[in-house]
Nanobody, 121 residues
C-alpha cells in the first residue's frame, strides 16, 4: 500500500512562511501528477496546487504568487512553499498522488493523513 507522509505544518504569524513536504513510500513504481489540497473547519476540501511529473504547476487563484509547488522525482517527494501566509490559509493540508505500486497494472489515487497549518497572531 502506498503511503504518503506529510510534514512541515505548524503555527505561523500572518505574513510568515512554511514549507510542507510529502514523501511517498518505497513501494511506489511510478508517480504521475501530485497535488496539495486543504480543508478548513466546516468547509469542503479544496485543491491548492498541482504539479505534473514533468514539473508543470498550476494553482488555485487565492494562492497564486504566494505558494510554490515543486517535486523531486528521485525522492518521490512533493513540496509546497507557502509565503505571505494569511489567516484564511489555516487548514489541514493533504498531499495527493496518482501512483502505481510495484506489481500493480493500474494507477490509483493516494492521500496523506494531513498536516495542520495555522496562521494566527
Amino acid at each position: 500500500q502506498v503511503q504518503l507522509v506529510e510534514s512541515g505544518g505548524g503555527l505561523v504569524q500572518p505574513g510568515g512562511s512554511l514549507r510542507l513536504s510529502c514523501a511517498a513510500s518505497e513501494s511506489i513504481f511510478s508517480i504521475g501528477a501530485m497535488a496539495w489540497y486543504r480543508q478548513a473547519p466546516g468547509k469542503e476540501r479544496e485543491l491548492v496546487a498541482t504539479i505534473s511529473r514533468d514539473g508543470v504547476a498550476d494553482y488555485t487563484y487565492s494562492v497564486k504568487g504566494r505558494f510554490t509547488i515543486s517535486r523531486d522525482n528521485a525522492k518521490n517527494t512533493v513540496y509546497l512553499q507557502m509565503n505571505s501566509l494569511k489567516p484564511e490559509d489555516t487548514a489541514v493540508y493533504h498531499c495527493n498522488a496518482y501512483a502505481r505500486q510495484f506489481g500493480d497494472s493500474a494507477y490509483s489515487n493516494y492521500w496523506g493523513q494531513g498536516t495542520q497549518v495555522t496562521v494566527s497572531s
